[in-house]
């Protein structure tokens, strides 16, 4: 490979190292694996710098296909290792009346007016760690934490109140084990360049200070077209682009099918739906509503109205069609049946010829059935239908005052008769 052609060499970085954050310019690095141009510079820094020491290279750019510098690591101080005496110390940050942030290169960026509590954590019965400053702009109270809800057993505070610019400078926190660990104290006013609320545009917050978090969102009718949200960021941009609305209309639905197609459309605006349907005898080809999408176009094609048409349904056997018999029928078309003497029918007897062409159901069947066989004076018949099916028994007695005479029981046989005639019922004869 020529000199030439290594300048222009990709490099690849690899996100893997635990509790390390890489960014490219204000874009944080979420990918495993990533391909940068040359020329490209990463920057590095703890995911909490308080909590973790960065080793290695903050700043590193791609040359000839190579990254410059030390690959960057992160390692755990004391909290992370049971506040073991060997550790450099953890700060912990609580602050007050303004906002405070991370750096992507790791510093600490406070809003000036913020009262800024620095924790240094240590077992205190083995002594108390001692706070250096980098410069000598002011005495800052120091002492193990007093306050309730805090440990004053493990915190030794140092506390800068009402920050201001010359604040700025190196905390470093010394244990009595010689173990240290310092934080970058930047004290600036850092805002974001004020967002314009172009036509439709709503935000729920109109501050620009550094950690604003604004959302966004749009009128009735119109989209969003961008991020929900934006974050101000310690290096005083917006963490996304500012978004804005677009109104969005879908076009008129032309019929193309003539002047049969029924459309009810109130609004062409987006999330609007229009509705189709079609007269007696036509069915709906395609979607029966549509909905404007927010890219301008309806979510389907304009249906169609087809002329229904339905083949004669054929008779039951032992049925007929009791209705006139046409070649075919329309939509809407209504067929009824009827079973021949001796049998009853199983199913619906009537049918409609639907939108998509076809019965509402299948013909009936007309299946062998014995008829009300009757009863004579005097006779009870224990069920009393229209209709028997084949194999079901009846059976008959008489009042008081009459006795039977003839078969009790009677079953209705394959061929729909009864198996034998229904007996009668005769005054007893007394004396």
């Not at 493990?154 to 084990?177: N, V, W």
Request: one cysteine or more; charged letters at 20%.
């Amino acid at each position: 490979m020529t000199f030439s052609e290594k300048d222009n060499q990709t490099c690849v970085f690899r996100n893997v190292e635990p509790h390390l954050v890489a960014f490219l310019g204000d874009k944080k690095i979420t990918s495993e694996v990533s391909e940068f141009e040359p020329g490209s510079e990463l920057v590095f820094r703890c995911r909490d710098i308080g909590k973790f020491s960065l080793v290695g290279s903050v700043r590193r750019k791609c040359r000839r296909g190579e990254w410059t510098g030390i690959k960057p690591s992160c390692f755990g101080l004391s909290q992370e290792n049971d506040y073991a005496l060997e550790k450099s110390p953890t700060i912990l940050f609580r602050h007050q009346l303004g906002p405070i942030a991370q750096s992507n290169d790791g510093k600490l960026v406070v809003y000036p007016g913020t009262i800024l509590h620095l924790e240094c954590l240590w077992i205190r019965k083995y002594g108390t760690p001692k706070w250096e400053v980098s410069h000598s702009y002011r005495k800052y109270p120091e002492g193990w934490t007093n306050e309730p809800g805090r440990d004053p057993q493990l915190e030794y505070r140092l506390s800068i109140y009402h920050a201001q610019k010359d604040d700025s400078g190196q905390f470093t926190c010394i244990t009595p084990m010689g173990h240290r660990h310092y934080v970058n104290i930047i004290v600036s006013a850092v805002h974001c360049p004020p967002i314009n609320e172009t036509p439709g545009l709503h935000i729920n917050n109109h501050s620009n200070k550094m950690d604003t978090k604004v959302v966004f969102s749009c009128r009735d009718g119109q989209t969003l077209v961008g991020s929900e949200q934006a974050l101000c960021l310690p290096s005083g941009h917006w963490s996304t682009d500012i978004p804005y609305c677009k109104a969005l209309e879908c076009p008129e639905i032309t019929n193309d099918t003539g002047s049969i197609l029924v459309v009810h459309a109130a609004s062409l605006e987006v999330m609007a739906k229009a509705t189709f349907s079609c007269p007696v005898g036509y069915g709906l080809k395609g979607k029966a509503e549509v909905t404007c999408l927010d890219n301008g176009l309806w979510s389907a094609p304009v249906p169609q109205c087809e002329e229904v048409i339905c083949s004669p349904p054929p008779p039951p056997q032992n049925g007929f069609l009791q209705t006139s018999s046409q070649k075919q029928y329309k939509g809407g078309d209504v067929v009824q049946f009827a079973c021949h003497s001796g049998n009853m029918m199983d199913g619906p007897g009537i049918v409609v010829c639907q939108e998509n062409g076809r019965w509402s159901g299948p013909p009936p069947k007309c299946v062998p059935a014995c008829t009300y066989p009757g009863t004579t004076e005097g006779g009870i018949i224990s069920k009393v239908k229209f209709f028997y099916q084949t194999n079901e028994n009846v059976t008959f007695h008489c009042a008081e005052e009459f006795e039977l005479r003839g078969e009790r029981t009677l079953f209705c046989q394959e061929d729909g008769r009864w198996s034998s005639t229904i007996p009668t019922c005769h005054p007893i004869r007394r004396g």
